[in-house]
């Protein structure tokens, strides 16, 4: 009697892990299908156009959301993207341009950012001045393609504000 | 042959519901318990409520009230769902459809946005409500789990905001656009997870197509259903926990009324000539001057609020139309961008919480964004817990041994509150602060 008692004690037990497991098993299946494996991003290497095609000063390109800055035949470039919360932050002329150095080199700024999202504010280098921001925007690296001559930007090279990496000087 | 008479079911039997429908208006307690027990709508009321439960000055009946703004959610969003496509190339104009074509669109539109303010307020104010009356304590009553209830409330509430929140991107306008923008890198900006998250909101790492169809699925399907299963949950707990906190009061601490004898009750031969029997001291729910029957005293005033609450919003829907921004733009965040007036005083919070210390810096976007709101909500939730006042004040407006607690809620409140009239009123361009009366700026458009 104990022994059919304990059998039947067992193949229920069997059947609710079983069926625990099989339910669970499934649902982990659901949910793991709605983790991406694969992101279709936009490329991170971008053609800009041609460099005679930059003024002297800035130009916004906002499907990259990304400042290209132009001084003589130097070149840099900062990031739109606010490092707060990801809103595209605004450029804006100063009243007068400023000489600043950074990273060892001299730079002419002509604007800061402010981002309409939360406040932030940051120079013309890009560093957070005040505002929730944390970080100071990013600089990308710029190149020349050699087949055509247009500017590149390689958006998933963050680097640093100086030479060589951070500014661009045309032979 | 003449067949043989067939006999006629009687009209009365045991389990025989004779009437297709029920009685609104029961001449008998009998009558009056048959209209609940045998309307499957009405089976979750008790038969008989307690008088001061039903006080408009106790509850404002708030909860009635935001159920019946989920209903007319509901009902306002099945018209909607035949109309919307969720494809970002042709949401936005489906909803300028919506509103500038489809006959009745722009009201059903309100209607439906509209409910979805209100219930965000009314849903806080009936939090606000119970915390004040301590109604999530329990009381005189015997195995009560109000606690629990309450924590199924703030889980409701979280539902109900992030309801709001997938409602408002759907239109991909350019709220929508940058709302999404802003909250999933707040969820991205939590240490280690934070990526992963964002990626499992976003459907990816760029705000796209997976997106708005994942806060669609969320929005029709997902949230909903569990809302309207914790909802029927949250009314089950009220009833076996024996209605609102007030009636249980009512039952054990008020002083105990004498009930003469009443035609339903049998009494001994003998207690009725010691005397004993008619006297009965009683304050049970029973009685009948504590307690009213469901039907229709209850059914009415829930009947008056939920129509109440339909005919006030059909109403206001035809004067406040629904706003549509600008199609969503990647290429250009609004200035000031600001989400709806709920959602403001976290992003005055967001704003204010970056933290320096040296070369350490703690992102505002994780400290006011995460980490306080979760601070709070964590504090919110096991609060039953944590109150050690006694049970009789449970079900008591502004009790004096909780006036601690409730003065610290008050001020919480009122500090969300001028955040939120700060994000509301006093900022511009850039979030930049102005006095009501100072002019904002004339920025120029794009850059």
């Known amino acids: 009697m104990k022994a059919l008692s304990s059998r039947r004690e067992l193949l229920l037990r069997l059947g609710t892990g079983a069926g625990i497991a099989a339910l669970t098993g499934q649902a982990v299946a659901s949910l793991r299908s709605l983790v991406p494996n694969v992101s279709y991003d936009a490329p991170t290497t971008v053609k800009l156009g041609l460099t005679a095609e930059f003024p002297d000063g800035l130009k916004f390109l906002p499907e990259q959301r990304l400042f290209v800055f132009r001084e003589g035949n130097t070149f840099h470039a900062i990031s739109a993207v606010c490092t707060h919360l990801g809103c595209t932050v605004r450029a804006e002329a100063l009243p007068r341009p400023e000489e600043k150095v950074v990273e060892g080199s001299p730079l002419r700024l002509t604007h800061r950012f402010l981002c309409p999202c939360h406040g932030s504010q940051y120079s013309g280098d890009g560093g957070n001045v005040s505002g929730p921001a944390p970080r100071p925007l990013t600089w990308y690296r710029l190149s020349v393609s050699p087949d055509d001559n247009q500017l590149v930007v390689d958006l998933a090279a963050p680097v640093e504000p100086a030479e060589p990496d951070g500014r661009l000087t045309l032979a | 042959m003449a067949e043989p008479a067939i006999q006629k079911t009687p009209e009365t039997a045991p389990g025989v519901h004779p009437k297709p429908f029920w009685s609104f208006r029961p001449r008998s307690d009998r009558e009056s318990g048959d209209a609940v027990v045998s309307n499957f709508m009405l089976h979750w009321f008790p038969a008989k409520v307690s008088k001061a439960s039903l006080d408009w000055s106790y509850s404002f009946w708030l909860g009635t009230a935001s159920a019946a703004l989920l209903l007319l959610l509901v009902l306002s969003g099945m018209p909607l769902l035949f109309l919307y496509i969720p494809s970002v190339e042709r949401a936005y104009a489906s909803v300028k459809d919506i509103e500038y074509v489809v006959t009745f669109g722009s009201w059903i539109r309100a209607v439906h946005r509209l409910s ?36 199924l409330g703030v889980v409701m509430l979280l539902l109900t905001l992030f309801l709001s929140f997938t409602g408002y991107l759907l239109p991909w306008d350019q709220l929508a656009y940058w709302a999404v923008t802003v909250g999933t890198n707040i969820a991205s900006s939590i240490p280690w997870i934070g990526a992963t998250i964002r990626e499992l909101l976003l459907g990816g790492r760029a705000i796209d197509q997976p997106t708005l169809i994942r806060f669609y699925v969320l929005h029709v399907i997902a949230l909903p259903g569990l809302l309207g299963i914790l909802f029927i949950y949250h009314m089950w707990r009220v009833r076996k926990d024996g209605g609102l906190a007030r009636a249980d009061r009512e039952g054990v601490l008020e002083q105990k009324a004498e009930t003469p004898p009443g035609p339903t009750k049998t009494y001994t031969l003998l207690g009725v000539a010691r005397g004993q029997a008619p006297a009965i001291r009683a304050a049970s729910l029973e009685a009948r001057d504590t307690t009213v029957n469901a039907v229709p005293d209850l059914v009415r005033r829930a009947a008056i609020v939920v129509l109440g609450t339909i005919a006030l919003v059909g109403m206001l829907s035809v004067f406040f139309r629904a706003p549509l921004e600008e199609p969503a733009n990647a290429l250009v965040t609004p200035n000031p961008a600001k989400a709806p007036w709920y959602f403001l005083w976290l992003q005055e919070i967001v704003t204010d919480t970056t933290v320096h210390i040296g ?14 709101p979760g601070l709070l909500l964590t504090v919110l939730t096991f609060w039953p817990w944590w109150d050690k006042s006694p049970a009789a004040a449970a079900g008591v407006w502004l009790a004096k041994s909780r006036r601690r607690q409730n003065l610290v809620f008050l001020a919480v409140c009122l500090v969300i509150l001028v955040f939120t009239f700060i994000g509301t009123f006093l900022r511009g361009p850039y979030w930049h602060f102005y006095w009501p009366w100072e002019a904002w700026p004339e920025i120029p458009g794009r850059i």
């Open chain 2, 116 to 151: 979805a303010h209100l219930m965000v307020a009314v849903v806080v104010l009936h939090l606000v409500r119970v915390f004040l009356t301590g109604a999530y304590k329990n009381g005189a009553g015997r195995g009560q789990k109000r606690p629990v209830n309450w924590v």
């Open chain 2, 359 to 372: 070369s350490f810096t703690i992102n505002g976007a994780f400290l006011g964004g995460v980490l306080l």
